[in-house]
């Protein structure tokens, strides 16, 4: 059974920094790994992913601020998030493209953690 199991959120004044982790069990193999956000009254955004081979990519607003990690060994994904701003404050989700152990009668590889709450106030 695949499980994405993030931690990591919190309250934080701007300026400061949270560290976001997900980890996945239940999987065959794993392509990529990636953060999105949504605000209330937004969509859905993706924020960083990364793949296999470590390199990355990241939405513009988020630039030379947030850092995503792959721990391939414990198909783990981190998320170091600094110089914090209002208007990152989101729910965050652990997003994973791979294929599980177990797959359901209708292939499946899209999978989504349960959302971590990012709260950046003064």
């Known amino acids: 059974q695949v499980q994405l199991v993030e931690s990591g959120g919190g309250l934080v004044q701007p300026g400061g920094s949270l560290r976001l982790s997900c980890t996945a069990s239940?999987?065959?193999?794993?392509?990529?790994m990636a953060w999105h956000r949504q605000a209330p009254g937004n969509e859905r955004e993706l924020v960083a992913t990364i793949f296999k081979n470590g390199s990355s990519t990241y939405t513009d607003d988020v630039k030379g601020r947030f850092a995503i990690s792959r721990d391939n060994a414990k198909s783990m994904v981190l998320l170091e998030m600094n110089s914090l701003e209002p208007e990152d404050t989101a729910t965050y989700y652990c997003?994973?493209?791979?294929?599980?152990?177990?797959?359901?009668?209708?292939?499946?590889?899209?999978?989504w953690g349960q959302g971590t709450q990012v709260t950046v106030s003064s």
């Open positions: 239940g999987f065959f193999s794993i392509h990529y």
């Open positions: 997003y994973v493209r791979g294929v599980p152990l177990r797959q359901t009668m209708v292939p499946q590889y899209d999978f």
